[in-house]
T-cell receptor
């Protein structure tokens, strides 16, 4: 069974500090990993996915198959980054998408 | 205006009653999903459907039922068998392995 673990419920950082939101997964096949974000009073939306290897709003995430991790990073946090972040795994052909419990990022001015 | 529409936004139910949450999409997506969002538990998958007239149980399907008679519609029924139905419910759709597009959610409260 596929599973996603986000160990931190809340992460507080000062503006300008680096950010790392942790995500570990378990899946026997070749997964697709995603980060979704939910800003206050907005819909849950895609932030980035590992296959695109893009940097969105300064965030990056590298898939580490050896450590089964997909941590989200940003070198300098901004106040507008404050939101709820969810890591998700896609089982591929079966299209089952499983989310983690989420991490609330709070950027302190 | 394309997207996912969930209704109602707020719903109150008495114990023992079934209730149906509506989810409609005009994105022409094949796959649709229902998640339950509870504080501290993230999003948990209830049911998903890859194609019309087909659906699969997610991780917490007990006490819920769905149908997929039309491509654009994926209603969720919360039955009286669901022991703790008070929650925020999110519907989503996607095409292939693309991103999930979410609705604004429906908040169900059991009185």
């Amino acid at each position: 069974a596929q599973r996603v673990t986000q160990p931190e419920k809340l992460l507080s950082v000062f503006k300008g500090a680096p950010v790392e939101l942790k995500c570990n997964y378990s899946y026997s096949g070749s997964p697709e990993l995603f980060w979704y974000v939910q800003y206050s009073r907005q819909r849950l939306q895609l932030l980035l996915r590992h296959i695109s290897r893009e940097s969105i709003k300064g965030f990056t995430a590298d898939l580490n198959k050896g450590e089964t991790s997909f941590h989200l990073k940003k070198p300098f946090a901004q106040e507008e980054d404050s939101a709820m972040y969810y890591c998700a795994i896609d089982s591929g052909g079966y299209q089952k998408v499983t989310f983690g419990t989420g991490t609330k990022l709070q950027v302190i001015p | 205006d394309g997207g996912i529409t969930q209704s109602p936004k707020y719903l109150f139910r008495k114990e023992g009653q079934n209730v149906t949450l509506s989810c409609e999409q005009n994105l022409n997506h094949d796959a649709m999903y229902w998640y339950r969002q509870d504080p501290g538990q993230g999003l948990r998958l209830i049911y998903y459907s890859q194609i019309v007239n087909d659906f699969q149980k997610g991780d917490i399907a007990e006490g819920y039922s769905v149908s997929r008679e039309k491509k654009e519609s994926f209603p969720l029924t919360v039955t009286s068998a669901q022991k703790n139905p008070t929650a925020f419910y999110l519907c989503a759709s996607r095409q292939g392995s693309g991103e999930l597009f979410f609705g604004e959610g429906s908040r169900l409260t059991v009185l």
